[in-house]
């Protein structure tokens, strides 16, 4: 019996269309597919989205809500004080620091809100002019505390201040001043040097003593240091500190500056 070695033309034919057939099918199922998965990816991005702005926004309002009003009466109170005709002038100068303070306060709180709200922290500004006049406000606030010290600066290169690392740097130094102001004596000293070049922001802080939180009436929380070194970790950096009853307390942060 003779069997053919080659298939009839029609049948090749029809073999590849129904090839070419089932390829396209299989395709245009498979793009289908991948178009649905990254639409659902999109939705689901979009409804995160959606939920961290609706967080942000209720955090915004309760924060304003809690405090606005608390540091706004502060702000009057001490107003009225400094307008008494019967205030002296040593005490109208003590209301005169607790007003400026809590307009400060008022000023940070609506930073904050604002961040929260999507608006981008420290816009258009430089890390060596905040550092600057975060320094000179709270060396003055300290040293009407009558402690004593000083913080050195060294910078050979700035960077936009809305760099992650900057933004850390920031909040890392404000976040010591208010430790020296709860933890440090009338007359302790302390030295704290801030270092900027092209690749780290380094802090060094040196206290010769430090004490259990000094204003009665606040928890003591205990976890804003260690906040900073999980930030500082992510960033790549590091940051420790110690205390010692006879040597004071230290600390030493490096935050690298890696592009962004």
Not at 6 to 23: D, E, M, R, V, Y
Not at 36 to 49: D, F, G, M, T, Y
Not at 142 to 165: F, M, R, V
Request: aromatic residues 6%.
């Amino acid at each position: 019996m003779f069997i053919p070695l080659f298939l009839p033309l029609s049948s090749l034919t029809l073999g590849n269309t129904i090839t070419a057939s089932c390829t396209y099918i299989l395709a245009s199922v498979s793009g289908y597919l991948y178009r649905q998965q990254q639409r659902q990816h999109r939705l689901q991005i979009a409804e995160q989205k959606a939920v961290n702005l609706a967080t942000r926004n209720n955090i915004a309002i309760a924060l304003h809500d809690s405090l606005s009003g608390h540091l706004s009466y502060v702000a009057l109170k001490s107003q009225q004080r400094m307008d008494d005709p019967s205030t002296t002038e040593s005490d109208r100068s003590i209301w005169l620091d607790i007003y400026n303070q809590t307009r400060y306060s008022l000023d940070a709180m609506h930073t904050i809100i604002d961040v929260l709200n999507g608006k981008e922290q420290y816009s258009g500004q430089t890390i060596s002019t905040l550092i600057n006049t975060l320094i000179t406000e709270n060396n003055s606030i300290i040293h009407n505390l009558g402690i004593k010290g000083q913080t050195l600066i060294h910078l050979t290169t700035d960077h936009p201040a809305k760099h992650p690392s900057c933004i850390e740097a920031i909040s890392l130094l404000e976040e010591l001043y208010s430790n020296i102001v709860r933890h440090c004596h009338k007359g302790s000293t302390y030295l704290m040097t801030v270092s900027v070049d092209l690749h780290c922001i380094t802090i060094t802080q040196i206290d010769d003593e430090r004490h259990p939180n000094q204003i009665t009436g606040l928890k003591h929380h205990g976890y804003g240091l260690q906040t900073h070194k999980k930030r500082i970790t992510e960033l790549g950096g590091t940051m420790s500190y110690s205390d010692n009853e006879h040597d004071g307390w230290s600390l030493q942060a490096r935050i690298p500056l890696a592009m962004h």
